[in-house]
């Protein structure tokens, strides 16, 4: 089975903090996503990487950057975390951009 | 947007009822596909469907696209206690590669 890992469930942040969030899975993708899932707006995407150091921007990008230096891992970095950015978080990874397989989530909270 | 919205936004049904939720998106697409989230957890992705198929099936979920329509319907028949999740539909436009995007969720609660 795919795994997908998330290096926290929850996360509680203040203002202005530098705030990584990263992502692990173990099947050897080539696509991995962010998503913030937020009440009444679905899941919109953040940043998505076609392949390692590659890296494309979704429909809300701004306040985020993300890395991939290796196939599995992949972060997404709050550079200045805001109240606004708080939101669940969800890492997916996918062979093609079909069924993606997605981590658990991370509940972050910026206060 | 090509965000595909669900109907209704959220369905309570007892259990052993069929529950039946609904996608419409904007432009044309090359797949649909829907994706079940317990709460508070990751997606867990169901069934995809493409463009020039009408109808699959997969156990006791069943799913029809109307590309004429630009919607898509998902049914759950023999509803059990744990089918109860929020359920998304998602698309990519047709076309050259493109990022999947995800609706904005039907909540089922089935009934014990």
């Known amino acids: 089975d795919v795994k997908v890992t998330q290096s926290s469930r929850y996360l509680v942040k203040r203002t202005g903090e530098k705030v990584f969030l990263e992502c692990v899975q173990d099947?050897?993708?080539?696509?991995m996503f962010w998503y913030r899932q937020d009440p009444g707006l679905g899941l919109r995407l953040i940043y998505f990487?076609?392949?390692?150091?590659?890296?494309e921007k979704g429909d809300i990008p701004e306040g985020y950057s993300v890395s991939r230096e290796k196939k599995e891992r992949f972060s997404l970095i709050l550079e200045s975390a805001s109240t606004n950015q708080t939101s669940m978080y969800l890492c997916?990874?996918?062979?093609?951009?079909?069924?993606?397989?997605f981590g658990p989530g991370t509940r972050l909270t910026v206060t | 947007s090509q965000q595909g919205e669900e109907d209704p936004q959220a369905l309570s049904i007892q259990e052993g009822e069929n529950a039946t939720m609904n996608c419409s998106y904007k432009?044309?697409?090359?797949?649909l596909q829907w994706y079940r989230q317990n709460s508070g957890r990751g997606l867990v992705h169901l069934i995809l469907?493409?463009?020039?198929?009408r109808e699959k099936h997969s156990g006791r979920l069943r799913v029809t696209l109307d590309t004429s329509k630009k919607s898509s319907s998902l049914l759950i028949t023999a509803s059990r206690a744990a089918d109860t999740a929020s359920y998304f539909c998602?698309?990519?436009?047709?076309?050259?590669?493109?990022?999947?995007?995800f609706g904005t969720g039907t909540k089922l609660q089935v009934i014990p």
């Open positions: 997916a990874s996918s062979l093609t951009r079909y069924e993606q397989y």
């Open positions: 099947m050897d993708h080539e696509n």
């Open positions: 990487s076609y392949d390692v150091k590659m890296k």
């Open positions: 432009t044309s697409i090359n797949n």
């Open positions: 469907i493409r463009s020039n198929e």
């Open positions: 998602a698309t990519d436009a047709a076309g050259g590669y493109q990022k999947v995007t």
